[in-house]
């Protein structure tokens, strides 16, 4: 019981310093709101209601979050194990254009079989792409972070390649062929964009909060990211685990670009991605690398970024002021000691207030 209690009182302090974090990066982002001539006040409520204001505004920021979701998600893996995968954006890449190739090669398949084909290929393609990286850390004791980083590029220069010259379709774009029709992941209300994608990544969600606490794999990849000397002590092979973590953190990434090839452009375009894989990281932050916090990050993220294309509409406010909040959040979820310092100094100055009063 004591046990139970300290666990829930550390979640508890886990979930204040959270949501600090995220009141602190709002109260700085207004700050350069007002210096920049906005109203803050009327900022937020703007971007609240062009998120979760009616219908289409929810499903419009369940649209842009299906693929922070998923890039979220590939980051909070590799963490369990310890592992900073920060090539999740090269990884879609690789996924992205893998959907594209397949869905172009075999147009009489039935979408049954074509979807989960698709699927398989790009989680099987990225997961291998990353699981490089796995094996050059484990094998060669290569930076992992530094290794991941640089294959963000060569997977971008290379499917840019691809689609600029082998690949590219009879367009002024520089775009594939349109995948199959089979191969399409609809719109869940024909009414509105947001696609079947999304429930994809729910269920990533599920099943990766499943396999991580209730299953023999996921105790290893925690036991290895606490303490891979631990690891080794109990039987634990931190190699193979790392190597695994790796490929699967790498092909949920894959599934990410196949996401937006399927469900959203019907095709490669090159650059199609908005820095999915690095907003991911800071959706994990923001989760505080639990699996199923996940979802309501990313949900979160793309409410943010749904509700700024709305200003932008309305007050012509920059994206870069949104970007500026993602970065805000994730400084302050790293430096648990100054949100610590902050409340401290907020509650000094409270009591201070109370004892001129009384």
């Given at each position: 019981?004591?046990?139970?209690?300290?666990?829930?009182?550390?979640?508890?302090?886990?979930?204040?310093?959270?949501?600090?974090?995220?009141?602190?990066?709002?109260?700085?982002?207004?700050?350069?709101?007002?210096?920049?001539?906005?109203?803050?006040?009327?900022?937020?409520?703007?971007?609240?209601?062009?998120?979760?204001?009616?219908?289409?505004?929810?499903?419009?920021?369940?649209?842009?979050?299906?693929?922070?979701?998923?890039?979220?998600?590939?980051?909070?893996?590799?963490?369990?194990?310890?592992?900073?995968?920060?090539?999740?954006?090269?990884?879609?890449?690789?996924?992205?254009?893998t959907a594209a190739i397949v869905g172009t090669l075999l147009p009489g398949l039935p979408g049954i079989i074509y979807i989960p084909l698709m699927l398989f290929s790009a989680f099987a393609a990225a997961g291998l792409y990353g699981g490089l990286a796995g094996f050059l850390n484990i094998r060669f004791g290569s930076n992992m972070i530094i290794v991941t980083i640089m294959m963000n590029y060569i997977s971008q220069y290379f499917c840019g390649y691809l689609v600029t010259y082998p690949l590219r379709a009879d367009a002024?774009?520089?775009?594939?062929?349109?995948?199959?029709?089979?191969?399409?992941?609809?719109?869940?209300?024909?009414?509105?964009?947001?696609?079947?994608?999304?429930?994809?990544?729910?269920?990533?969600?599920?099943?990766?909060?499943?396999?991580?606490?209730?299953?023999?794999?996921?105790?290893?990849?925690?036991?290895?990211?606490?303490?891979?000397?631990?690891?080794?002590?109990?039987?634990?092979?931190?190699?193979?685990?790392?190597?695994?973590?790796?490929?699967?953190?790498?092909?949920?990434?894959?599934?990410?670009?196949?996401?937006?090839?399927?469900?959203?452009?019907?095709?490669?375009?090159?650059?199609?991605?908005?820095?999915?894989?690095?907003?991911?990281?800071?959706?994990?932050?923001?989760?505080?690398?639990?699996?199923?916090?996940?979802?309501?990050?990313?949900?979160?993220?793309?409410?943010?970024?749904?509700?700024?294309?709305?200003?932008?509409?309305?007050?012509?406010?920059?994206?870069?002021?949104?970007?500026?909040?993602?970065?805000?959040?994730?400084?302050?979820?790293?430096?648990?000691?100054?949100?610590?310092?902050?409340?401290?100094?907020?509650?000094?100055?409270?009591?201070?207030?109370?004892?001129?009063?009384?």
């Amino acid at each position: 019981m004591k046990g139970k209690g300290l666990s829930s009182k550390k979640g508890y302090n886990k979930l204040i310093e959270l949501l600090a974090a995220l009141l602190m990066a709002l109260i700085i982002g207004g700050v350069f709101f007002r210096i920049s001539g906005y109203s803050p006040l009327q900022i937020y409520q703007l971007i609240f209601q062009g998120a979760f204001g009616n219908i289409n505004a929810i499903l419009t920021t369940l649209t842009y979050a299906t693929p922070l979701i998923l890039s979220g998600l590939a980051f909070t893996v590799a963490k369990q194990a310890n592992i900073m995968n920060l090539g999740t954006e090269g990884q879609l890449y690789v996924g992205a254009m893998t959907a594209a190739i397949v869905g172009t090669l075999l147009p009489g398949l039935p979408g049954i079989i074509y979807i989960p084909l698709m699927l398989f290929s790009a989680f099987a393609a990225a997961g291998l792409y990353g699981g490089l990286a796995g094996f050059l850390n484990i094998r060669f004791g290569s930076n992992m972070i530094i290794v991941t980083i640089m294959m963000n590029y060569i997977s971008q220069y290379f499917c840019g390649y691809l689609v600029t010259y082998p690949l590219r379709a009879d367009a002024a774009a520089l775009q594939t062929a349109q995948i199959a029709e089979q191969a399409v992941i609809g719109r869940i209300f024909r009414w509105h964009q947001l696609s079947g994608v999304f429930i994809l990544a729910v269920a990533a969600v599920a099943a990766m909060t499943v396999v991580i606490r209730y299953t023999r794999f996921g105790f290893h990849m925690r036991t290895v990211g606490f303490s891979k000397p631990a690891s080794e002590t109990v039987g634990i092979n931190y190699k193979k685990i790392t190597l695994l973590t790796m490929f699967l953190s790498a092909g949920i990434a894959g599934l990410c670009g196949a996401g937006q090839v399927m469900g959203v452009h019907f095709r490669y375009i090159d650059n199609f991605s908005s820095g999915f894989g690095f907003e991911g990281v800071a959706v994990a932050a923001l989760a505080a690398n639990n699996p199923a916090a996940v979802l309501i990050a990313g949900i979160l993220f793309g409410g943010i970024k749904a509700g700024a294309m709305s200003v932008n509409r309305i007050v012509n406010l920059p994206m870069d002021y949104i970007f500026m909040i993602q970065a805000l959040v994730i400084i302050f979820i790293a430096a648990p000691k100054l949100i610590h310092w902050i409340l401290d100094a907020v509650g000094n100055l409270f009591k201070r207030k109370e004892r001129e009063v009384a």
